[in-house]
């Protein structure tokens, strides 16, 4: 995917994964940046999501955290941690986002792309956390929360 800002079909490419994400960016910038593979990003001379994804791996923690928290108020502390860990995985957020068809999304350099790295685990598992990231630095953390909720409530119960 061409990750250039220009083009009605570029935006039309954000505009249905917005739909998918179910939240609507205001700076739309901080979605291209997490979807801009540290490959694509050297080829380019851009930014990469690594940092976003490195916020959102933090954001995903904490509000996964209080969702169990709250939803299982007779668990134990190790239950509770284990679950987490189940949630944040980079397995389990690979499904995710492939359910969010994130990978046909990413901008990915050359030899990422050849390598099939749209349907790398690890590149969606990142990019899943780069847009929650994204998500958090855009609308706040209530915008963040209700994205999870969204995405990850059932699994949470």
């Known amino acids: 995917m061409d990750l250039e800002k220009s083009g009605r079909g ?3 490419k954000l505009d249905r994964l917005e739909e998918l994400l179910g939240y609507r ?11 801009t593979h540290p490959s694509y ?10 940092r976003l994804e490195f916020l959102g791996d933090a954001v995903l923690s904490l509000l996964v955290a209080e969702r169990l928290y709250r939803d299982r108020p007779e668990a134990a502390e190790g239950d509770l941690t284990q679950r987490r860990a189940e949630l944040v995985r980079g397995t389990y957020l690979a499904v995710k986002a492939r359910d969010l068809q994130l ?14 790295g749209r349907r790398t685990p690890s590149n969606l598992a990142n990019a899943l956390e780069a847009v929650i990231g994204a998500i958090f630095l855009d609308g706040g953390l209530q915008s963040a929360r209700q994205f999870i909720q969204r995405h990850f409530t059932a699994a949470a119960k």
């Open 25 to 35: 960016f205001r700076d739309r910038e901080l979605l291209r940046r997490a979807l």
């Open 41 to 50: 990003a050297f080829e380019h001379g851009q930014p990469s999501n690594e």
């Open 103 to 116: 990978g046909s999304f990413l901008g990915l350099g050359r030899g990422e792309e050849k390598q099939g």
């Open 10 to 12: 570029r935006a039309d």
